[in-house]
């Protein structure tokens, strides 16, 4: 089971980069799908989360409202994180996690996801 992000970079306040998480494995349009992201010195903070294969639910921290939209791919094993009008305090290490281990459990806390990608370094500038 694997989970691969792409599509991090460095980019300028105001811009934008869409990041990529191929899964291979596993069924992962079957479960919920979360992107967080870990700023240095600082702890994992849950940014995104996409309901199962079936449903559009969507839900974002607040920081990224209005900014950053999750979708699945054509490709079910696919997610993204498309992120618009990034400012400096999005600069984070990005980290793509498959499947609540239990279906009520918390979205927000990164112990309660059974697979992670490796993650993706995202750098915006002033």
């Known amino acids: 089971v694997q989970l691969v992000e792409s599509g991090g970079g460095s980019v300028q306040a105001g811009g934008s980069l869409k990041l990529s998480c191929s899964g291979s494995g596993y069924m992962f349009n079957s479960c919920r799908m979360g992107w967080f992201r870990q700023a240095p010195g600082k702890e994992r903070e849950w940014v995104s989360l996409i309901n199962a294969d079936g449903t559009t639910t969507t839900t974002y921290t607040e920081s990224v409202k209005g900014r950053f939209t999750i979708s699945r791919g054509k490709f079910k094993n696919t997610v993204y994180l498309q992120m618009n009008s990034l400012k400096t305090e999005d600069t984070a290490v990005y980290y793509c996690?498959?499947?609540?281990?239990?279906?009520?459990?918390?979205?927000?806390?990164?112990?309660?996801?059974?697979?992670w990608g490796q993650g993706t370094q995202v750098t915006v500038s002033s």
């Open positions: 996690a498959g499947c609540l281990w239990s279906v009520d459990g918390d979205h927000t806390s990164p112990a309660n996801f059974r697979y």
